[in-house]
């Protein structure tokens, strides 16, 4: 059974940090696609990091590049998302999600089947 856990969420002041992570369990991700999402009240859900682990590869939205880093603990089953300088504008819930047989194409946009409950990052002073 596959299951996407995010934990790492909170307040935080403008230009602080926050790590975010997903655990997984319940497959194989050697194949597998898992990104980041975020949705802001009132707005649709964007991709803004993603991994796809048949290329070793991570992909940023040019919305987060130079502020979020992607990374995985050794076993690659918990993907973490580093968020440094955060703004106001990076208010949102953001969401895990997988898919375990990825089948190519731009992961920041893949249709995963699985999704995480979300957490919620707040950024105000």
């Known amino acids: 059974q596959v299951r996407l856990v995010e934990s790492g969420g909170g307040l935080v002041h403008p230009g602080g940090s926050l790590r975010l992570s997903c655990a997984t369990t319940?497959?194989?991700?050697?194949?597998?696609?898992i990104a980041w999402f975020r949705q802001a009240p009132g707005k649709e859900r964007e991709g803004v990091s993603c991994?796809?682990?048949?290329?070793?590869?991570?992909y940023y939205a040019d919305s987060v590049k130079g502020r979020f880093a992607l990374s995985t603990d050794f076993a690659r089953t918990t993907v973490y998302l580093q968020i440094d300088s955060l703004e106001p504008e990076d208010t949102a819930v953001y969401y895990c999600?997988?898919?375990?047989?990825?089948?190519?194409?731009?992961?920041?946009?893949?249709?995963?089947?699985?999704w995480g409950q979300g957490t919620q990052v707040t950024v105000a002073s």
């Open positions: 999600a997988a898919d375990p047989y990825w089948t190519g194409g731009a992961c920041l946009t893949y249709p995963y089947r699985f």
């Open positions: 319940g497959f194989n991700v050697h194949e597998s696609a």
């Open positions: 991994i796809a682990y048949t290329y070793g590869s991570t």
